[in-house]
């Protein structure tokens, strides 16, 4: 619980975020409803009793009331964060949003790896509207940094979209060469193994083979990356 105490103290005077608070142990959930009653926090090897005053904003992507049954939420915690209750339509019901999460995305994604894409194209946001999202505004986040592996990349276009399966959506492999040079009508549906080698290598290119950046990239650990380096014969 140190961990969460001391968000909860850094978080005094504004807002903290619980995501997939279902998935917290019940042991921890007895901490936090002890906090959010009292009021207080003790920092560890301290006697002292702190008082914090949060705003706490909780998510769950599963039924709340079916949580509580299984007992994967208590019920007297579900009671006290339960003081309203807004519930967040999947993507696919809507796309409406897609422009405005994209750009949102792709300012962040900017920031993170020092790049000055523009935006997204029309034809791209057509194509993204036709997927369903069954993984919701990450899984567009993830579609989203996928392009960012891509060099030279300005616009996002359509060409530049690569949607993994689950995809109602034609996938379209992009050349790590001259992504340029390949039309979305024009491109060749390779395997998913062969496709995910092409981009893992396209960033590491991109990033002068440096793992670490490359594996920021790609939206993976390092560790992870390390793997599919071994498992797909990529030697320095």
Known sequence: MAASEGLFKAADGGTIFLDEITEMPVDVQAKMLRVLQEGTVRPVGSTEEIPINVRVI?????????????????????????????KLPPLRARKDDIPVLAQGIIEKFNLRFGRRVKGISTGALTALARHDWPGNVRELQNVIERCFALPDMEVIEERHIQILPLSGLRETPVSAQNPAAISADEAEILPLDEAEKKLILSALAKTGNNKLKAAQLLGIHRSRLYKKLERYGIKD
Do not use: M, P, W
């Not at 079916?66 to 309203?84: F, H, M, P, S």
């Open 58 to 86: 909780a998510a769950t992507n599963i039924d709340v009331a079916r949580a509580v049954r299984d007992g994967k939420l208590r019920e007297d915690l579900y009671y006290r964060i339960n003081v309203l209750n807004i």
